[in-house]
């Protein structure tokens, strides 16, 4: 799910017609990946990952930040709670008693299941979004004009401000919800 609508893009875009929606949808999807790229998941989903173990005490889950562990199948038993620690960076700890124990080696042995995500959205993550949004609709309709007073449109080869994919004052306003290791 996106984390800006395609209402609240079109407000930030100035635009009150049906006739770019499609186009729309499609930087409101590649926003939201952009954002998670630098943050880890945003909106909560339910996930189910393998994993093969390999002799350590712990799993990095794919999506952090985790909200939960719903379930962890080792070698096809259940494990109960007690038997696994979660970190908020999403590290999953395998437990014996109160000190941490080895996962058993195998491949695609280990099931976790899982909700990622955070419990609301950040108003710098729908920040971020609207200035990749804007950005790329920009790009997408090129500068309009020339790069140089006087100069021609035939040369244009390099125009700074689309020279980047993702607008640097974005990137600003999501670092500070980094996790690490995302």
Same mark, same amino acid.
């Given at each position: 799910?996106?984390?800006?609508?395609?209402?609240?893009?079109?407000?930030?875009?100035?635009?009150?017609?049906?006739?770019?929606?499609?186009?729309?949808?499609?930087?409101?999807?590649?926003?939201?990946?952009?954002?998670?790229?630098?943050?880890?998941?945003?909106?909560?989903?339910?996930?189910?990952?393998?994993?093969?173990?390999?002799?350590?005490?712990?799993?990095?889950?794919?999506?952090?930040?985790?909200?939960?562990?719903?379930?962890?199948?080792?070698?096809?038993?259940?494990?109960?709670?007690?038997?696994?620690?979660?970190?908020?960076?999403?590290?999953?700890?395998?437990?014996?008693?109160?000190?941490?124990?080895?996962?058993?080696?195998?491949?695609?042995?280990?099931?976790?299941?899982?909700?990622?995500?955070?419990?609301?959205?950040?108003? *710098? #993550?729908?920040? /971020?979004?609207?200035?990749?949004?804007?950005? @790329?609709?920009? $790009?997408? %309709?090129?500068? +309009?004009?020339?790069?140089?007073?006087?100069?021609?449109?035939?040369?244009?080869?390099?125009?700074? *401000? #689309?020279?980047? /994919?993702?607008?640097?004052?974005?990137?600003? @306003?999501?670092? $500070?919800? %980094?996790?690490? +290791?995302?």
């Amino acid at each position: 799910m996106p984390i800006v609508s395609l209402a609240k893009a079109k407000e930030h875009l100035n635009i009150d017609v049906a006739d770019y929606d499609a186009e729309l949808t499609g930087y409101l999807g590649a926003a939201t990946e952009v954002v998670e790229h630098y943050v880890g998941a945003v909106e909560p989903r339910s996930l189910t990952e393998r994993y093969s173990g390999v002799g350590t005490a712990e799993l990095i889950l794919r999506h952090p930040p985790v909200q939960a562990v719903t379930a962890v199948v080792e070698n096809g038993t259940a494990l109960a709670a007690a038997d696994y620690s979660l970190s908020d960076a999403g590290v999953l700890v395998r437990m014996a008693g109160q000190r941490p124990h080895v996962w058993p080696y195998g491949r695609n042995n280990i099931t976790v299941d899982y909700t990622a995500g955070r419990a609301s959205v950040l108003d *710098n #993550f729908v920040l /971020a979004g609207l200035i990749i949004i804007g950005h @790329l609709w920009e $790009t997408q %309709r090129g500068s +309009g004009g020339s790069p140089l007073p006087g100069g021609s449109n035939d040369n244009m080869l390099f125009t700074p *401000n #689309f020279s980047f /994919a993702i607008p640097r004052r974005a990137v600003e @306003l999501l670092q $500070t919800s %980094r996790i690490p +290791g995302v």
